[in-house]
């Protein structure tokens, strides 16, 4: 029986100071979060609105809250600032765009952030906006950061991970339309094609300012940022998703110079057939003018072979320019060898 009760009873002593723990880190205001992380060494304040941080009171850091908090208000895009004048009290603040449709430019969603070495301020970040970003595993992760730079960057790093698996996902419909290209190319393949690349360069505008906070942070902090393992994962998380969507654009781009080779070689090809054809019969037209006038003394008119002259006259001239065009190789495929699935087809 007593070995039975110890077990249960260190069980139940770990539950509650864990839960003890919990309640400890997480201090519940409205709708606002203020969040004590590895054992109080550093803070995360999350608030809904820019004014729900007046509250706020961090020392050595009011006046930079209060600007940061006043250039916030009126803020919805993409933007960073940093001071570095006094060591050991550096901080960079901004905003930061991290989720945005393909299909509208005013659908998207961002959240201000101000971060120092011992404290995290967000303001308007919505866990349910990332699909796979769940709170408690984040604070879970952000709990093992040793300070608050460390902890910013697992934000970061989920909020690229949950992107990162949307940018592998492109991959299959880039490798549809490679094939497509070749197989059932028209003007919507076309279009495909430009709605991929505007899709890339979305991509790609959401993922630079990731790059930009990356240097950022080493350039205010140096190497307290830098050397931190969770800067260093989510730096490489940032080149990886910036390495696929530059190799993409390569691809995207060479499908269009592609569409636009093809395009090109149609179009010559009609002006080229275009051209024969009135080539050829240019000697039919100009017989035929002149077949056509109504002067009074035409000679012609009283040959008695004129009539088949004239035919002849115009089937030889017409096989005359004809061979003329094909021993110069104007009436052949320029490119030659048309096969199956070929692009000039």
Excluded at 33 to 58: C, G, P, Q, R
Excluded at 156 to 176: C, F, H, R, V
Excluded at 193 to 211: A, C, D, G, M
Excluded at 241 to 260: C, F, H, K
Aim: glycine share 4%; net charge neutral.
């Amino acid at each position: 029986m007593e070995k039975l009760v110890k077990p249960l009873s260190a069980s139940l002593l770990n539950w509650f100071k864990e839960a003890f723990e919990q309640g400890n880190r997480k201090r519940k205001a409205g709708d606002n979060m203020k969040y004590k992380l590895n054992d109080n060494k550093w803070a995360w304040h999350n608030f809904h609105t820019i004014d729900e941080s007046l509250s706020l009171n961090e020392v050595h850091f009011e006046k930079a809250i209060k600007e940061w908090r006043d250039s916030s208000s009126d803020n919805d895009t993409n933007c960073l600032q940093m001071d570095t004048l006094i060591p050991g009290r550096e901080h960079i603040r901004g905003s930061l765009i991290y989720q945005q449709t393909l299909e509208d430019q005013k659908d998207y969603n961002f959240f201000h952030f101000f971060l120092t070495r011992d404290f995290l301020i967000t303001v308007n970040f919505k866990f349910d906006a990332i699909e796979s970003v769940r709170e408690d595993l984040l604070l879970k992760q952000m709990d093992d950061a040793d300070n608050a730079i460390e902890g910013f960057f697992v934000f970061l790093g989920q909020i690229l991970d949950s992107n990162l698996t949307k940018i592998d996902g492109y991959e299959k419909k880039l490798n549809d339309l490679l094939w497509k290209v070749k197989q059932r190319n028209s003007l919507s393949t076309f279009e495909e094609i430009y709605e991929s690349r505007h899709e890339l360069l979305v991509w790609k505008n959401l993922t630079v300012p990731f790059q930009e906070l990356k240097i950022a942070a080493e350039e205010a902090f140096g190497d307290f940022a830098a050397e931190g393992r969770q800067y260093q994962r989510t730096a490489k998380r940032t080149d990886r998703a910036l390495m696929l969507i530059r190799e993409y654009q390569q691809e995207i781009a060479t499908l269009v110079s592609i569409e636009e080779v093809v395009s090109a070689h149609r179009g010559n090809e009609i002006m080229k057939t275009l051209t024969v054809l009135t080539t050829l019969f240019t000697p039919i037209t100009a017989l035929g003018a002149i077949w056509g006038m109504n002067f009074k003394l035409m000679p012609e008119l009283e040959w008695k072979w004129g009539y088949l002259f004239a035919i002849v006259l115009m089937i030889v001239s017409t096989i005359g320019i004809y061979m003329i065009l094909r021993s110069k190789g104007w009436m052949g495929d320029i490119l030659k060898g048309r096969k199956k699935n070929s692009f000039f087809k």
